[in-house]
Each structure stands twice: as structure tokens, then as C-alpha cells.
T-cell receptor
């Protein structure tokens, strides 16, 4: 059972425009949500996170929005740059115990010059 | 400290052989995680250490897999009698207690022929 879903395997945008990556989850007990960026042959790099008690977190060009009632979050990148081209993973942190991360399958973002 | 390191970066082995991977976490991090990533999937949790204690194991971790973290510093993941289905990227991550963000190493790519 996929507790974290990224339904778009790929997304292509023009440089300078907004990139919106989406993520849905099913488990109401997740207490933090995180976005990671991954280049080929490298490990995931932490990008931005949001607590389940917030609805928005912003860091430079990156903003994450959380809609708890819809169990949906999104990552906005404005403006998009060619260096943003990578696979983006949405992850959710379980509460208590190991606090392991549960990942979606990823969305491959391509930013065209 | 430059982050989480993993060794080797690549390992090719024949079916039935044993392999061992090493992870050196960020020095002040007491929590260490192992994940496995296969093609087209996000990382999947394998096991978790708090200091030297292994506190959680996924059902993905068959009895051919064993992990240790002696003295609460580096960790090793051993796979005995490797199978072709073990081919994957093995990722290590670390974090400090009370922190949601996990920081990943570059991974070890295992190919079982």
C-alpha cells in the first residue's frame, strides 16, 4: 500500500516559469513532510520540509504548501532554473519510534532553457 | 565534517557471495537509517539505529541481511548469499534526535550477476 503518492512521473517546464510538484498521502499520523532532490548516481539531497501543523513554508525559490484536509502537499519552484532538473521525492515522517521516512516514487522535473 | 559517506560506491558481485557496505554518518548524529532504492521507486526503509542499538527492522530485511553500528559511530550492512533481487542502491541517512530532516549519503550501487 502506497502511503505517499506522486502521481506525475515527469514534468517539463520552461526556464523562468513556475514548477509545481504534487504529492498525496493517506496516513493522518505523519507529522512532517519533506522534499528531496536527487541527481543520478547521488543520494537524495534535503530541500525543504513542513510540519503538519503548518500550511506553508518558504525557502528562497522553494515553497511547500500543505492541505491537511485533502492530504495533499505541493512544492512550488519559482523561477525554475535548468539546474533544478532532477528527480524530486516527497517523503513523510512517521511519529515516534524510528521516525522513518516514507517516500513517494518521485517526479522527474526537466527545466528547459 | 562533509556529510554522510558510504563505501564502496559500487559493488558487483556474483549470486551467492556475501557483501558488506559501510556508512559513516555525520559525527554528531545519533540516529542512523538504511534504505534501499530500486529503479522507478523511492527509497524504502530497511533498518534504524539509535546510537548502537538497532531499534527497528523492516520486513524487507530478510534473515540474509544484518546490520551493526558498533560504538554508535559507523554502521555496516551485510548481505549473505546475495540474490539477483538484491540489486539496488543502498542508502544510508543520519539525523539528530528531535530533527525531522535526514541527511543521505551517496549510496552504494549493488549489482548481483
Amino acid at each position: 500500500d502506497q502511503q505517499v503518492k506522486q502521481n506525475s512521473p515527469s514534468l517539463s517546464v520552461q526556464e523562468g516559469r513556475i514548477s509545481i510538484l504534487n504529492c498525496d498521502y493517506t496516513n493522518s499520523m505523519f507529522d512532517y513532510f519533506l522534499w528531496y532532490k536527487k541527481y543520478p548516481a547521488e543520494g537524495p539531497t534535503f530541500l525543504i520540509s513542513i510540519s503538519s501543523i503548518k500550511d506553508k513554508n518558504e525557502d528562497g525559490r522553494f515553497t511547500v504548501f500543505l492541505n491537511k484536509s485533502a492530504k495533499h502537499l505541493s512544492l512550488h519552484i519559482v523561477p525554475s532554473q535548468p539546474g533544478d532538473s532532477a528527480v524530486y521525492f516527497c517523503a513523510a515522517k512517521t511519529q515516534g519510534g524510528s521516525e522513518k521516512l516514507v517516500f513517494g516514487k518521485g517526479t522527474k522535473l526537466t527545466v528547459n532553457p | 565534517d562533509t556529510g554522510v559517506s558510504q563505501d564502496p560506491r559500487h559493488k558487483i558481485t556474483k549470486r551467492g557471495q556475501n557483501v558488506t557496505f559501510r556508512c559513516d554518518p555525520i559525527s554528531e548524529h545519533n540516529r542512523l537509517y538504511w534504505y534501499r532504492q530500486t529503479l522507478g521507486q523511492g527509497p524504502e526503509f530497511l533498518t534504524y539505529f539509535q546510537n548502537e542499538a538497532q531499534l527497528e527492522k523492516s520486513r524487507l530485511l530478510s534473515d540474509r541481511f544484518s546490520a551493526e553500528r558498533p560504538k554508535g559511530s559507523f554502521s555496516t550492512l551485510e548481505i549473505q548469499r546475495t540474490e539477483q533481487g538484491d540489486s539496488a542502491m543502498y542508502l544510508c541517512a543520519s539525523t539528530a534526535s528531535g530533527t525531522a530532516e535526514q541527511y543521505f549519503g551517496p549510496g552504494t550501487r549493488l549489482t548481483v550477476t
